[in-house]
């Protein structure tokens, strides 16, 4: 579908009044008006902290800006593409196209061995590590290629272009789609390598049916953010890969979903470790966080990896039945076909979400 139609993209409305993070006071926030604000949170803050006037209209400020830069967001990152295309100059043009070399053989058998139309999770798991409660592990990339592509943001980072930043939570980070990624490397990752895996791991969450993704670098390092909150992902199922650097601590920790604590599956979260070219396969519902980086630097590729046809009737952030709308310059997955219906790019036939 993709390509050959153009395909219409949206956002849920909420992306416009939910999910603010006051990093200082840890606390996601929903922000209509400050009367709203105020009603709301005031008493949470100041148990959290945030005490005086003073430190009450810094948080709203900071709230407000981010409203701000949200709804400008579409037009920024327009114009930052154009900017990227004029400008930019890659110091490594080969990372931009996916070529077998730069994965892992034990990854490139773990996705031959998903495409076999007898393959199992159990057969899977003969190639992957299981953590537990639906978090698997693997290794993906070379490290050469994790080499390449960290040269590669460095690089970015460098460069005089403007940078789109991952999310409210990352700031430290560059947005992938923006500087290119996204065609020949990502977007086959996805299609022809990561959707045989998901579509046998996560049936439920829609991983028969990935169709679009949204991929950024996060970074850590001692001069600034070490942490990052717990939180939930913008994705059905979340690919996160660490490319490097050297550095001790900032494991991924992963909470058990709630599901999974009512029916006693498990109530202890898990730590992934960091290595260098390997990734974790999570479902983006599922809360997590990064635990502080101890020294050095580590830089994670991040794949919010979606689908319209499970975030169309529920979206991932609100909970709710998505209130589509659309913006130019934004895509978060949603998608609505030309009769109306549910329309996903390469999936209706193939999905297997229920
Ligand atoms: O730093 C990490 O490894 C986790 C990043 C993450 O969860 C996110 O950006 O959504
Ligand atoms: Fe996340």
Redesign the pocket.
Same mark, same amino acid.
């Given at each position: 579908m993709e390509g050959l139609l153009k395909t219409q993209t949206f956002v849920c409305s909420c992306f416009f009044t939910h999910n603010f993070y006051i990093k200082r006071y840890n606390l996601h926030v929903v922000f209509y008006d400050r009367n709203q604000f105020q009603e709301n949170y005031m008493k949470i803050l100041r148990n959290k902290g945030c005490v005086t006037e003073k430190q009450f209209q810094e948080v709203l400020t900071e709230i407000e800006n981010e409203a701000s830069r949200r709804r400008n967001l579409g037009e920024a990152s327009l114009s930052r593409r154009r900017e990227i295309k004029e400008k930019y100059v890659p110091r490594h043009r080969e990372v931009y196209e996916l070529q077998d070399k730069f994965l892992h053989p034990e990854f490139l058998s773990l996705v031959a061995e998903a495409k076999t139309s007898t393959a199992t999770v159990e057969s899977l798991l003969l190639r992957m590590s299981s953590m537990g409660q639906e978090v698997y592990s693997f290794p993906l990339f070379t490290q050469q290629f994790c080499r390449l592509v960290l040269e590669e943001l460095e690089h970015i980072e460098h460069s005089a272009c403007h940078k789109g930043r991952? /999310?409210t939570? /990352?700031k430290h @980070?560059v947005l992938l789609n923006e500087f290119g990624f996204n065609k020949g490397l990502l977007k086959p990752l996805r299609r022809q390598y990561l959707s045989p895996i998901t579509a046998l791991l996560y049936p439920v969450w829609g991983g028969g049916c990935l169709d679009s993704h949204k991929a950024?670098s #996060?970074t850590?390092d001692m001069g600034h953010d070490l942490d990052?909150g717990c +939180?939930y992902?913008n994705?059905e199922v979340?690919l996160?890969v660490?490319l490097g650097d050297v550095f001790t601590g @900032?494991r991924?920790y992963i909470l058990p979903m709630q599901s999974d604590v009512d029916t006693a599956k498990s109530t202890n979260s898990i730590k992934c470790m +960091?290595y260098p070219g390997w990734g #974790?396969l999570h479902r983006g519902r599922q809360r +997590? @966080?990064?635990e502080k980086l101890v020294s050095g630097k580590?830089c /994670?590729l991040?794949m919010?990896l979606r689908s319209s046809s499970v975030r169309n009737k529920h979206c991932p952030m609100c909970r709710g039945v998505p209130k589509l709308m659309q913006v130019p310059g934004l895509d978060d997955g949603f998608r609505i076909s030309d009769s109306g219906g549910n329309q996903s790019e390469e999936s209706v036939d193939a999905c297997r979400a229920v």
């Open positions: 991952p /999310n939570m /990352n @980070g950024f #996060v850590y990052l +939180h992902d994705a979340t996160n660490c @900032g991924l +960091h #974790v +997590h @966080g990064a580590r /994670n991040i919010w």
